[in-house]
């Protein structure tokens, strides 16, 4: 069962802007990831934070994590055209095999 | 150059056959994925590795088969069982232990079902 709901669907916005993307999940995690995938390719590590940790940056990253509230946020600032692509959750509950559990992703789209 | 690798990138299969893709790693990775991804979806497990001649079923395991003979290879088996194969298949793999927890993906394989 996919356990990350990710929010919006589809965001749309022009260069250098800010981009925020949301993800809600189910059950107790030990971390919650972020990927990027450009169309067609495999995903890519962006930024991991861990159940203990509240906010992480990486570069124009940066993310959020309530687990009271059992949700996430990236944000992207001053994006680029190049930021164009799909981003997906994941989160890793601390089961056998350090499984993640995907969420369906936000399609984002920075218009030149 | 240190990566996953899987091959073919297309592959194309008629009703009834079975097929394998392949996903090789040589990042000295214990473990080791297999995802499926439809259209506008996230990713759904279908297989999982975390040692050499062992491995355990995801969440769509059903139609699907896979080995783990070599620490660097994971090869996928789409059996004809499996009613619905068209997707992209991707594989990932991740050291084990406090090594990370990121998973590195392969550049997946789109196989379609004529």
């Known amino acids: 069962s996919q356990q990350g709901e990710e929010d919006p669907q589809a965001l749309s916005i022009q260069e250098g802007e800010n981009a925020t993307m949301n993800c809600s999940y189910k059950?107790?995690?030990?971390?919650l990831q972020w990927y990027r995938q450009n169309s067609g390719r495999g995903l890519v590590h962006l930024i991991l934070?861990?159940?203990?940790?509240r906010e992480k940056h990486s570069g124009r990253l940066r993310v959020t994590l309530d687990t009271s509230k059992k949700s996430s946020s990236l944000l992207i600032t001053a994006s680029r055209a190049a930021d164009t692509a799909s981003y997906f959750c994941?989160?890793?509950?601390?089961?056998?095999?350090?499984?993640?559990?995907f969420g369906e992703g936000t399609q984002l789209t920075v218009n030149p | 150059d240190g990566g996953i690798t899987q091959s073919p990138k297309y592959l194309f299969r008629k009703e009834g056959q079975n097929v394998t893709l392949s996903c090789e790693q040589n990042?000295?990775?214990?473990?080791m994925y297999w995802y499926r991804q439809d259209p506008g979806q996230g990713l759904r497990l279908i297989y999982y590795?975390?040692?050499?001649?062992?491995?355990q079923k995801g969440d769509i395991a059903e139609g699907y088969s896979v080995s783990r003979e070599k620490k660097e290879s994971f090869p996928l088996t789409v059996t004809s069982a499996q009613k619905n194969p068209t997707a992209f298949y991707l594989c990932?793999?991740?050291?084990?232990?406090?090594?990370?927890?990121?998973?590195?993906f392969g550049p997946g394989t789109r196989l379609t079902v004529l």
């Open positions: 934070i861990r159940s203990n940790e």
């Open positions: 059950t107790s995690i030990n971390n």
């Open positions: 994941a989160t890793d509950a601390g089961t056998s095999g350090s499984r993640l559990t």
């Open positions: 990042l000295n990775h214990d473990a």
């Open positions: 990932a793999s991740r050291p084990l232990g406090t090594s990370g927890d990121e998973q590195f």
């Open positions: 590795s975390q040692i050499v001649n062992d491995f």
